[in-house]
């Protein structure tokens, strides 16, 4: 009831806010407050109520009543009356009430009754169940201590277990070992009995155990068995090999493979018999492999194309170089003792699979010795990584592969020493240096590092043997007759042809190995050969035959190494140079055949300043006989000259070029010499002798139309 009272009160107060829309103003009704009623009353002070004011001017109700101007005793008294009147409300509501009182005093008290009977049946509870929590308490306790006996129980069980299984030879396993046959079960079971073997003579609770005396002489039985049989099985597989026409390979990767374990087991158990089957395989794979690399060299040695003896050098004479004891052999083999050409097709085929003899015996084939020598170092090289993984794998020994190999590369090194020494042939040689360098490239991709002291060992004997033939072409040249090899004939020579296909061969080959010694050698073979061409130019009675037969030489010298690329280099640019210095001296001596006086002319008192030789002053007199000379023949002298030239080189580019020259230096003459007469006094008087020089110009490029 009070707080529908407190309602009533706030439901006026909140009418009376509504009422005032404008902003109460503390200031101004301060201002206008009447105290006048109070003013004579001792009690009442009106100290701090300025501070009350600011602190009240929040509230709703204070500044409804302020802003209606009501006095505040008479708002206190209707507030007083409205609560007499709420509390008499209240009083009559709580009379009418009073039976539902009563009677919700009656149903409080059944409760607590009901609640006090609650209470004692549920102390009752609590004493059972703190009795039960003991029980429960003592049963958890036995439970961890039946769980810890079953765990040690457990762990005792397995070790017993483990040991069980360990020590004891089930009958399976004894039927298998003594009279099964060797495959995949015999190698599963077989890796059983190696695990109990290890076991027995590993673990210290085993073999310091009891029943280690019963079990222990049965284990031993049962090795001695499990050695004995596969022993006699494995040597039946490596007799297998021994048979003619068997592929190594195959029966090494599709059948000695499957058992590998067998020699694992035989290391592990029985290191004698494991040596015995070693060294049974050492000794067949020798054999086997030994025979069959000599059978194919036999077969490889039937292909062989001879190309070169110690006669075939560069500066021997034709002649003399047995060419008419080898009348059978064609052309185009004689030529490859000094010119590359198809040869160097072995460098791609370098990982093409080897010959097989008897396909190219039947096709009637012939090869040279840097094919077969691919060939067969080709087989090496298959044969020999084969053959060192199924050591790793099988043996897990690479350290067997030299043992295995010494027979075959004995055969090899008899088959090598015997075609060295008579190798003449340089090409081939270097091809062969260079197929080893690849080869060493390719098992170097294998990573197998098996061949590596073998191809050094080939490369150190093809070095000395290279320089030795190299030598003896060098020492050719120097020590060449040169009354012997002279010809009258001013085309190039067949030594300096041999010289520039030697030299470019050896140049091609050299670009990506990069041996710089080489380098130096054929700078010294290119001295040599420099030193030979002057000697046979000299022999040619014309000065102007001489340097025919140098620019000739050199020039053919010049095509053939660019034919072979850009890898020229110093001797390229060396006889660029002695071309081009030949080229001036032969238009000299060729334009002195036809105009030696109009050139002598020009070259002594052509470019004499008149004023410096008063006393011998050039007169018309003396210069008009050149000019009506030259005026009545010239175009016969040029015709003369390119004949001369056209019959003279070999290369009719190169003589296109030296011709347009001459007459290129012809022209610079007889225009000096117009300018000469220019300068004399009395010169106007030759102009109509004088040719013109457009007419030159015309002349020089309708020869020039030729290119």
Not at 315 to 334: C, H, I, M, T, Y
Not at 365 to 377: G, I, T
Request: with cysteine.
């Amino acid at each position: 009831m009070a707080d529908t009272a407190i309602d009533h009160v706030s439901h006026s107060y909140d009418e009376a806010n509504k009422a005032q829309k404008n902003v109460f103003d503390l200031e101004s009704f301060v201002g206008d407050l009447n105290v006048e009623e109070d003013a004579c009353s001792d009690d009442i002070s009106l100290e701090g109520l300025q501070q009350e004011l600011e602190e009240c001017k929040d509230d709703d109700v204070v500044a409804n009543i302020l802003s209606k101007g009501v006095k505040l005793r008479e708002y206190t008294k209707g507030v007083e009356n409205n609560l007499r009147q709420v509390e008499l409300d209240s009083i009559q509501e709580y009379i009418k009430e009073s039976d539902n009182l009563v009677s919700l005093h009656e149903q409080i008290c059944d409760c607590d009754n009901i609640l006090s009977q609650m209470e004692t049946l549920l102390s009752g509870f609590q004493a059972e169940i703190g009795s039960i929590s003991a029980d429960i308490k003592v049963l958890q306790e036995k439970s961890m201590d039946m769980g810890l006996k079953l765990k040690n129980r457990k762990v005792a069980e397995s070790k017993l277990a483990k040991f069980v299984e360990e020590i004891i030879v089930p009958p399976r396993m004894i039927d298998i070992i003594v009279d099964g046959e060797v495959n995949d079960e015999y190698l599963r079971t077989l890796e059983i009995l190696s695990k109990k073997l290890m076991v027995v003579e590993v673990d210290p609770v085993i073999k310091n155990s009891k029943a280690l005396k019963d079990v222990q002489p049965e284990l031993e039985k049962l090795r001695q068995k499990a050695v004995s049989k596969v022993f006699d099985f494995i040597v039946q597989k490596l007799h297998a090999l021994r048979k003619p026409k068997t592929n190594i390979q195959i029966l090494q990767q599709s059948v000695l493979l499957k058992y590998k374990y067998v020699i694992s087991f035989l290391k592990d158990h029985s290191k004698e018999v494991y040596n015995e089957v070693r060294t049974a395989y050492i000794d067949t794979m020798n054999k086997v492999l030994s025979a069959h690399f000599r059978a194919y060299i036999q077969a490889l040695e039937k292909l062989q194309l001879d190309i070169a003896t110690s006669s075939d050098l560069i500066g021997v004479e034709a002649r003399s170089s047995g060419l008419f004891l080898r009348g059978r052999e064609p052309l185009k083999n004689r030529s490859a003792v000094f010119a590359l050409g198809d040869r160097i097709k072995i460098l791609k085929e370098i990982d093409e699979p080897a010959l097989i003899p008897h396909i190219a015996e039947a096709s009637s084939m012939k090869y040279p010795y840097e094919v077969l020598f691919r060939s067969l170092h080709k087989l090496l090289m298959d044969t020999a990584t084969s053959e060192y993984k199924f050591c790793d794998v099988f043996f897990g020994e690479e350290s067997m592969f030299h043992e295995i190999f010494a027979g075959p590369f004995a055969v090899i090194d008899e088959h090598f020493n015997s075609i060295l020494p008579n190798s003449y042939d340089a090409i081939g040689l270097m091809l062969m240096i260079l197929i080893i360098h690849l080869h060493q490239l390719i098992m170097s991709r294998r990573r197998i590092p098996c061949l590596d002291s073998y191809l050094d060992k080939v490369n150190i004997a093809l070095w000395p043997r290279f320089k030795m033939v190299f030598d003896m072409h060098l020492s050719s040249l120097r020590n060449a007759n040169v009354k012997t090899l002279w010809e009258d004939d001013v085309h190039p020579h067949y030594v300096m042809r041999r010289y520039a296909e030697f030299t470019a061969s050896l140049m091609h080959l050299n670009v990506e190995y990069g041996e710089g010694q080489l380098d130096l050698n054929l700078e010294r073979l290119r001295m040599a050969i420099d030193d030979l061409l002057i000697k046979l130019a000299k022999t040619f009675a014309k000065s102007k035959s001489q340097t025919v037969f140098l620019i000739n030489n050199y020039d053919m010298t010049i095509s053939v190494l660019k034919e072979v690329g850009p890898e020229g280099g110093k001797i390229l640019v060396h006889f660029e140079d002695l071309l081009k210095s030949n080229t001036a001296l032969f238009v000299e001596e060729l334009l002195a055949e036809h105009f030696s006086e109009l050139i002598k002319f020009v070259k002594t008192r052509g470019s004499e300043d008149l004023s410096s030789n008063p006393d011998r002053p050039i007169t018309v007199a003396e210069i008009q006989p050149l000019v009506k000379d030259f005026a009545s023949r010239w175009k016969a002298a040029i015709e003369l000259m390119h004949k001369d030239v056209i019959t003279s080189f070999s290369n009719f580019l190169c003589g296109m070029e030296i011709l347009r020259a001459a007459l290129t230096q012809l022209l610079l003459y007889y225009t000096r010499l117009t300018d000469c007469i220019k300068r004399i006094v009395g010169g106007s008087a030759l102009n109509k002798d004088l040719v013109s020089i457009s007419s030159i110009m015309y002349e020089i490029r309708k020869f020039s139309r030729t290119f």
